[in-house]
């Protein structure tokens, strides 16, 4: 009888009233079929912030040498990676503030500052005239676009428990499209006025910064989702009010019912669940499962910053002799069917592995495809052109396989009033290893170019097994004991 009326208790309208994530509850009840516009919404969102980290990549090379800053060709990568790394540096210093003030005052609030920031920060960034202009301004950049962390949790809260894998899945969509598309738009728009004589002159804005188009179309978009974004729900729970008789009925029922249910529910000596307000960095489920991502985090990084700088290279040093066009075509082609992967496969393959596995499983074949990278340069023509979106193709749908999979255990082992400082956490360590990414395969790159005769893996091949090196340390993390998961359902929204 007592679970009876807990039940009934349970599908009871019981919400406060002026509490905006008691809204979207209230709303998800009542909705019923797919959310097209919420994904479509996370999507454009997650689209805006990802596409500025890396459509510098194809140009980069480029920008270096045109600054004049490196001495040699080799030497271009060095300097490349450290613009690459000053986004993240500064990410990894505010992501947990960022964190915090989601928590605090909402998500939207920090949704709105980060698309504003990409519309002021990346235009500056495609009108740098010197080195330390592109550093400064992809510092900020990255400083005051703090809203991975908390569109993660939104995603998780806006949708009905059916969707919540599917809105996580989602992100690391968008994601990936923008760490794809980004670079196609850079390579695409890059230097109009070499490329499109006929629309763009030398004397004209974009003749002057050959670098701005691609910059000016990312910002103009920022400027459309900051504007619709202005619609979006909060999903924040605030609980000012004392509560209704309804609710008072409800925890009385759990204190009497809790000690029964001991091997469902997590309960303190009064019968009630235990605040949620323990140390996140104590929360090993979290924690573990933010290492691991973190590890991919600086593979992928490293990855997206060397196969543009090695396609772009010379065929003298080991790469492909591409120009950033050829690398914003591969790139474009390995986009769209990312898009593809994500939304048809992805989640059937989700529910029926689970997510860890199916990281597990992406990760080993990402090991040997990236083996295949030297050989695949060997190539010309035809061939060359096919193996290589084939090759890309393969990898980005792997990572992002990954990356969702961490992204559903991260949420899932935290409560809604601490999932924005965990996600804070989880960018603050990917920002940080992801800052070494950029540094470090520009710095691999450059010393792997001036040991082509070396004996041991000479030229491009070390480059690539190193990247296997920090990929095969993901893989081993990601078994017992070191990663975990979390036993107790989530509360407030989590699946």
């Known amino acids: 009888m007592a679970e009876e009326y807990r039940e009934a208790l349970l599908k009871k309208d019981d919400y406060y009233e002026n509490c905006p994530g008691c809204k979207v509850d209230q709303l998800k009840e009542l909705k019923k079929g797919f959310p097209f516009r919420d994904l479509i919404s996370i999507w454009i969102v997650v689209l805006c912030t990802a596409l500025p980290i890396s459509t510098l990549f194809p140009f980069l090379y480029f920008m270096i040498r045109d600054f004049g800053i490196a001495e040699r060709e080799e030497d271009i990568g060095y300097y490349a990676g450290y613009v690459g790394s000053s986004f993240m540096i500064g990410r990894a210093l505010t992501s947990v503030f960022w964190g915090i003030v989601a928590d605090r005052y909402g998500r939207k609030p920090v949704i709105l500052l980060g698309t504003i920031a990409v519309v002021i920060f990346n235009t500056l960034f495609g009108l740098s005239v010197n080195f330390w202009m592109a550093i400064i301004t992809r510092f900020l950049l990255g400083s005051l676009n703090g809203l991975l962390g908390p569109i993660k949790a939104y995603a998780v809260e806006i949708f009905r428990a059916e969707y919540q894998a599917l809105g996580l899945s989602t992100v690391s969509t968008a994601w990936g499209l923008g760490l794809i598309i980004g670079p196609a738009l850079g390579g695409f728009l890059a230097q109009p006025a070499e490329k499109y004589p006929n629309l763009f002159s030398k004397e004209s804005l974009f003749g002057r910064f050959p670098y701005f188009l691609p910059c000016f179309c990312i910002s103009l978009f920022a400027l459309v989702v900051t504007i619709v974004s202005c619609w979006l729900p909060e999903t924040l729970h605030v609980h000012n009010e004392k509560k209704t008789s309804s609710n008072d009925s409800y925890d009385a029922l759990e204190a009497a019912t809790g ?8 309960t303190d000596d009064k019968g009630r669940k235990p605040s949620s307000n323990e140390s996140l960095l104590k929360n090993w489920p979290l924690m573990s499962s933010i290492i691991v991502y973190c590890i991919f985090s600086l ?22 002799g591409y120009t950033t066009e050829d690398v914003g075509e591969v790139l474009a082609i390995s986009g769209f ?7 048809s496969l992805y989640p059937y393959v989700e529910r029926i592995l689970g997510p860890i596995p199916v990281a597990r499983i992406a990760a080993a074949l990402s090991i040997l495809l990236l083996s295949s990278y030297p050989f695949i340069a060997m190539l010309s023509g035809l061939g060359l052109s096919i193996l290589i979106n084939c090759a890309s193709i393969m990898k980005n749908v792997f990572s992002v396989s990954i990356v969702t999979g961490m992204f559903i255990l991260q949420n899932n082992a935290v409560d809604q009033n ?11 360590g990917m920002s940080l290893f992801k800052a070494v990414g950029p540094a470090g395969g520009g710095a ?3 010393w792997a170019q001036r040991r082509r005769n070396a004996a041991f893996l000479p030229g491009v091949q070390m480059v690539f097994f190193i990247l296997n090196a920090v990929e095969l340390i993901g893989v081993l993390m990601t078994f017992k004991p070191f990663l975990a998961q979390r036993q107790d359902k989530p509360r407030n929204g989590t699946a």
């Open 259 to 266: 000690a029964s249910k001991g091997d469902e529910t997590r």
């Open 299 to 320: 593979h992928d990084m490293a990855y997206t910053e060397i196969f543009s700088l090695w396609a772009e290279s010379s065929r003298k040093l080991g790469g492909l």
């Open 337 to 343: 069917s990312l898009l593809v992967f994500q939304l």
């Open 418 to 428: 601490q999932r924005g400082a965990a996600n804070g956490i989880s960018m603050t």
């Open 444 to 446: 691999i790159l450059s």
